[in-house]
């Protein structure tokens, strides 16, 4: 995933924070699994219909925020994550500076 822009980071951030309730919590559990996370996974674990968890899946994805580490398996982007959240607090830090 490539982000090109001070503006696309800014509206990736704003919807890490806006992520609806199931995208929230399939992404807290993919974040907090040692190990990557298949679908079915997240079915049983979650209470979650099967094509709720593909549609969710499939969206956090192609936001950048996991990633597919093989067929039907996912991990959390750590890298993207943070970098967003460090470009964040930079752009806080100047706001406070003036």
Same mark, same amino acid.
């Given at each position: 995933?490539?982000?090109?822009?001070?503006?696309?980071?800014?509206?990736?951030?704003?919807?890490?924070?806006?992520?609806?309730?199931?995208?929230?919590r399939?992404?807290?559990?993919?974040?907090?699994?040692? #190990?990557? %996370?298949?679908?079915? *996974?997240?079915?049983? !674990?979650? /209470?979650?219909?099967?094509?709720?968890?593909?549609?969710? @899946?499939r969206?956090?994805?192609?936001?950048?925020?996991? #990633?597919? %580490?093989?067929?039907g *398996?996912?991990?959390? !982007?750590? /890298?993207?994550?943070?970098?967003?959240?460090?470009?964040? @607090?930079?752009?806080?830090?100047?706001?406070?500076?003036?």
């Open positions: 995933m490539v982000v090109n822009g001070t503006e696309e980071l800014f509206d990736k951030f704003d919807k890490l924070l806006r992520l609806r309730d199931t995208a929230n399939v992404l807290v559990y993919i974040l907090t699994s040692p #190990r990557p %996370v298949t679908p079915k *996974e997240l079915i049983d !674990n979650l /209470g979650l219909t099967e094509n709720s968890v593909w549609k969710t @899946v969206r956090l994805e192609s936001d950048g925020f996991i #990633r597919s %580490v093989e067929r *398996e996912y991990e959390p !982007n750590f /890298g993207f994550i943070t970098a967003l959240l460090l470009f964040k @607090v930079q752009e806080l830090i100047k706001a406070l500076e003036k």
